[in-house]
């Protein structure tokens, strides 16, 4: 496992070329990292999105603060301005925070498949696994301990965490990051019952899962492949830890997952779509493009959700204008009763 | 982590053999393997259960359909005519479809402990930690990176997947499949706290776990062993990905539990039952033979849910004709309201 | 993975020394472990919560029975007495119980950086992975398969189980457990979109995990480190199977949270909080020192929600009575209706 390095400090005006931030103020000071209000020291950057916590920023010990249109003409510290600072804050982290110590190497304790094809480079740590036929491209590192399946293919700049697991045939896009334990491509909940015997026996699943582009999938996340066919995240979907995503779901892109939630078999979820936690989804439902689901919502086998920036809320999921007026219908009801 | 691979091409007429259909027409086509109907080419097999579908199946390119009793005499492709044509395509599948190429060997890797018993034909692949004392049966295998705790027993034909965890005593039956990252025989959640200090203390986790004949365990789904005695799964059971056990469980025979689902300690689950997903099950709970529990529902503590083939819903559950007249009645008068 | 052994028999009176309780009868009897009052055998203690259970205990094959302050003038076995008996037991359980038969030894497996630093008696097993800079204090252990990220800091008497993750800067202090397949210090789970292009973009998750002592964590929990602070779980508190803790929440001491339960990013959770299973926690919401939530609840974003043993449940989560009052309403209403 690779130790996290610091990249040394930079000029605030490189921070703001980097960034298209402008700069007000001093742009040699030196920033080393990007910081909380709270914490901040000499040689932080801070941000501000709101303007009624410009006093505290400016209070605060930070190098420079990243603030919105707003500006600050007469500021005590350097300012950098930008339309979007929170924005412009991950932004600027990426060039300064901390990273991996990527040194594009093998450890010798892993064990690659004589077949399996690695870009030069490549971080394969400590007794990683890699199976035959597997493809993994350039600037891809993959977390001690992780076992990668036979044919699985990995594109460039991915980032796997230790203990992951991906079954054969699984397929990554590029800059998709994998945090730890998360399962990727396990057999689908599948199974027909035997009418004479009332045995269960298993439905084949052999399909396979494919994860697009840009997409994270958190801390012991299990995503199950296709019975027959494919599931499929798309472009840019984020999904946190503890998800389950059911053999055959289609997910669009841009799609966000809270922890905990879980997606049953064949479920359909349209691009811009928003999931909270713990929210349940049945099998063969389709969540429409851009529609919110409330945290710990849950919608029954077949429905569809409609609704571009609409809130549903509740089990089974409505609206969620007419889920507080139930709530409320009821509580006056019981205040009286 | 052995590759799949494909066992080739069989006869139509062999496969109708093996799963006892009865064929019409040319027996003779080659079958690779099984498909759904929106993926199929040359050589597919694939099914229909509903009439209604067969024009669809037929319009496919695949070589042959399975059908159900209400057949077709006039079909432009071969056919496969079975009473519940879905499991006969299972059964097919396992014919057919690719498997793991698990040549029952001892990955050099592995670190298996002087003292255990494995029988000749078990497959343990990189990196496995077997621990002392344990046994495995014929035919077993276990994937890369799991951890076989002292004195676990394993029977024949069992399927370890990757990076499972199995913690000492636990014991398996015959033909049962575990999928990555699972956590078996763990630590129960049991405190006492000191009326003095305020203080948590553990109270003894050291019973066993004990999983029967044809199980299976989802993707880092966590079982828990016994705090004195025994936690039990029994014979058929099917348990999907992120699905907790709390210590002494007892769950019956041709359990089928969702997704996320959750069992508290000492609850006991009869036979035949089915549980939905994200299901909370409170300790002491008893769900008796053949009931059906809505996903999300809940189950409060110490109480009995009795009613073969009654689908209950909702938190507290109760029948779901119930709770669906109880939403009609909160949305009428919240309209009203 | 260490074997468990056995402590070898005590004599009753060593152990009621070692307890603190009033001995009744032969002091002499040898206890060999502890036991349920089902299964119990000539050589096991067992114990007695409720008088009403003492009949059955002193007719079962126990060799000694511990009681609460009822006692038992005329028994038939010897017992201890004591004001808190479960707790007793709990602690009996720890002299007698077998424990993992650590030998503190790095298995020649174990992956250590040569920049760690590892007290002398600390057990490492087989193939762990210890990063760059890690500290490990006196007594603790590392099972087999988990990873140790850069600068780790573990304390005195840890035990971690098998395949645990631990990312980079996390700190743990004294007697902390973790059961196998848990997460410590993922990333969490920040976004900012883009109000260009709306693809998000990951907001830096730089911040660290910090651990205090005698805590648990269950078996595949997820616990994310400070996005640009620190996450903290306060002493003494445990926490489940399957939990999810998101980036920046604060925990106080003496919590115990059930499994598959949820906390959202910057949660605060003060002394002495009882959650259930399945509760969700939105972001930013606190709940206040001593509050019960009920399983299944759920906490909506910035709520606060306060008082002392007062037990609060349904989503959104109200205080019991009112909820069971409302469930009430709506049931008559809909018998009605």
Redesign the interface.
Known sequence: ????VYKGAMQLKKVAELIHARLIGNGDVEIE????I??ASAGDLIFVEDKDNLPRALKSSASAVLVGDFGAADSSKPLLVC??P??A???A??HL??TSDHRYAIHP?A?VHPSARLAKEVQV???V?I???VQIGSGSSI???S?????VIIGNDCEL???V?I???TRLGNRV?I???A?LG??G?G?????ET???????Q?GRLEIED?V?I?????I?RG???VTRIGR?T?I???V?V?HNVQIGE?V?I???T?L?GSAVVQN?VVI???V?I?DHVRIEEGAILG??S?I?SNKIIRGKGIVFW???A?PIR?YL??????????KR?
């Open positions: 496992m690779a130790a996290m990292q990007v910081c909380s709270e914490s339309a979007q929170r924005l804050f991950a932004r982290a990426r925070a901390p304790s064990i740590d400590e007794r696994v199976g035959e036929g977390g001690a301990g076992v990668i399946g036979a044919k965490h230790p203990n697991t079954y054969p045939g990051v945090q730890a334990g399962v396990s057999d909940f199974y027909v019952r035997d009418k009332g045995h269960y026996e298993k439905f084949p052999i840009d994270e958190g801390a012991n996340s299990t199950d019975a027959l066919d840019g984020k946190d830890n503890l389950h059911g841009d966000v809270a922890a905990q879980g049953s811009n909270g936690g713990q349940g049945a945290a710990q849950g029954p509740g089990t089974p409505r007419e007026k139930e709530l409320a219908v009821l509580a006056r009801l019981a009763g």
